[in-house]
């Protein structure tokens, strides 16, 4: 964004940091890098608010602003129940400034939204931070530890400490605590944060503080009703925009300004005495309300947050990749890729084929099903940089196959997003350990809950189709789930054959794909040739999905025991792992599948299995079921839709775009 408005190039020479670090309570630390951009540079960069403010300011006089430096707004100037200006102290007399629309900016305790009765009563965080110099050591990382607690060790406080290097010696460091009432421990907190870095890092002993400490609050109250009344609009901390798990707030602060500017554009358009800013409040709750709204109240029941990332903080389950994303981790971090689902396949839909509006409206109906709840995932149906792209889901193939019937048919927004719950239910299902771990019981609660919650409103909207959809997607559940049972059943077994093998994979991963192509097939009243050509592709293309995805895990470039250890740990076999032991059945291998398989375990079975030409196998194998799919399009009509899904059954196997996409039809 800074770099959208021109701002970031004239930034002074900043430290630049990797990554972040984090440090949680009784679990060590965990470093997650910033890569989120492919093929650029990704770093953050520690800038003193003065230097970041002072160059936004610049640059909006270059572009045609007014700044008045050494003068202060008093108060709006209201008129008949609308703000028509502002009154300045500038120097030493009062001017009324008057306008159309009045953007207020002006901090957690903003003056102006207290004065037109939008700053309801206090619920303020605090934070308080200060340099320290002469420090030896610093990492090219932030810092985060995570929660902080009383004096004494007792409590667990809504909280978080920070070290932010500015330069070779010297850190901004600081406390953060969340709720309200706090002011008068955080000075006390904030000692003890600072003496524990002491005596546990040397290089920490002879820091000396330059100035001194520094407070400020933060809002904790967001609500987008109250970020709007007539004439006026509040951004930033003014309206309650920070994150209440980090107090991380420029991002939105930036964000809900351009808004702001969008909004009061359009509307002087339309009318420039009076303009209508209602639209801002609308905008802000399709991009913050879920998120900021149920974190505030999470935050106030953050015993329950903190213990279950505690508990899941080692996990790359997907589930608990996303609790972390959304709770701790800021914009850019790697686990924002966690889940491959969001992969934008754009180039690959054929010339005439328009989904993108319709997978919005999926988007939507999903956020405002479950973002009070969960957000986070709401936050991953709908992931984007900007343009939402195709990704590929159960939502596109549902719409692509109801493309052989009425592609107008009333109910497809409704069941491709009962179908996207249905498949983050079994998301968050896939965060329950089977292998009980000392940490393992607060994660496993959040995970079967999570999924409870997504099945039940998956269901609730599947009414929307009528008896026929209900038995579809009651039907794959049932073979989900006994796929599910029936490999905890095949736990651990190296006897398990190919054929068992990919039964399971049959029941687990092909119903989930089965079931979008069948249904959107069978809703838009298409001929039962198509619609079991449909099933037919959908099927053949979930194994080679699967089994893909297995290839990916094994072959990963960041250590194995990251995805495939927790497999391996759960005793789930992959078909690469089942090859490789019939090929040396009686060698190491079989003797390191175990539970309780340690790292090194782990590390050097995945090894075996790269050398034994395993992966070989399956990816031969995968390629097969992927002609499987195409060979079953061959009954339906040619259409853009067919191309598209012919170019999928490619895709699945590759993951690879091309630039320039040919996606005609081979049976052309």
Known sequence: MLTEMGVLESVPRSERMRGARVHMRGRGWRDFIYDAYRDADSHCLIV????????????????????????????????????????????????????????????????????????????????????????????????????LDDIAGRDLLPSYGWINPTGATEANIGVGLFGP???????????????????????????????????????????????????????GDAAGLVSPFTGEGISF?????????????????????RPDLLDYALLLEHSYAGWLAAGRRSAHRYQFVWRVLESTFDSERAPFTLCRRAVLLPEGISELRANRTIDDVT??????????????????????????????????????????????????????ASCFGDPGARCRIELGAAIELGALAALAQLGVENTSTPHSSWGNRFAVLVSDVLMAKSLHLATEGGPAALELISQAVTRVCTGRIRERQYAFDVRVTEDEHLSLVALQT?????????????????????????????RALGVAFRLTEDLRTLTATRSPDDVA???????????????????????????????????????????????????????????????????????LPECPSRASLFALTDYVITRQVPERPDVASPFL
């Open 347 to 400: 180039a690959l839909m054929a010339p005439g084929v328009d989904v993108r509006t319709d997978l919005l409206g999926v988007g939507e109906l999903m956020t405002s099903a479950i973002r009070d709840e969960w957000p986070f995932l709401a936050r991953l149906a709908t992931s984007s940089w900007g343009d939402p792209g195709v990704p590929f889901r159960p939502a596109l193939l549902l719409l692509l």
């Open 510 to 538: 092909a119903s989930s794909f089965e079931l979008p192509c069948r249904l959107g097939a069978v809703v838009a009243g298409a001929d039962p040739d198509h619609v079991a050509a449909m099933a037919s592709y959908g």
């Open 48 to 147: 003193p608010r003065v230097v970041l403010d002072e160059a936004a300011c610049a640059r909006a006089v270059a572009v045609g602003a007014d700044l008045w430096e050494g003068a202060a707004v008093t108060a709006p100037i209201v008129e008949d129940g609308r703000v028509v200006g502002v009154r300045v102290r500038r120097a030493g007399r009062l001017v009324d400034v008057r306008t159309a629309a009045v953007v207020a900016a002006d901090g957690a305790r903003s003056r102006l939204a207290r004065a037109v009765g939008l700053l309801p009563d206090d619920e303020l965080g605090i934070g308080i931070r200060g340099y320290l110099g002469d420090l030896d050591g610093l990492l090219d990382l932030q810092e985060v530890f995570l929660p």
């Open 565 to 635: 250890g927790d497999e391996l740990r759960d005793g789930a076999l992959s078909h690469s792992v089942l090859v490789a032991l019939q090929r040396t059945p009686q060698g190491r291998l079989a003797g390191l599948i175990r539970e309780r398989m340690t790292a090194d375990d782990v590390d050097e079975a995945v090894g075996i299995v790269r050398d034994s030409g395993a992966l070989d196998v399956t990816r031969a194998l995968a390629r097969e079921y992927a002609d499987r799919a195409a060979d079953a399009l061959a009954a």
């Open 181 to 235: 009432g706090y002011e008068r421990r955080a000075q006390e907190v904030l000692r003890n944060f600072v003496t524990r870095l002491r005596t546990s890092r040397k290089s920490f002993g002879g820091g000396r503080l330059r100035g001194r400490w520094a407070a400020a609050p933060f809002r904790l109250d967001f609500s987008p009703d109250r970020c709007v009344a007539d004439g006026i609009l509040l951004v």
């Open 253 to 273: 602060a930036l964000e809900s300004g351009r808004t702001a500017a969008e909004v009061v554009d359009r509307a002087l358009t339309c009318d420039p005495t």
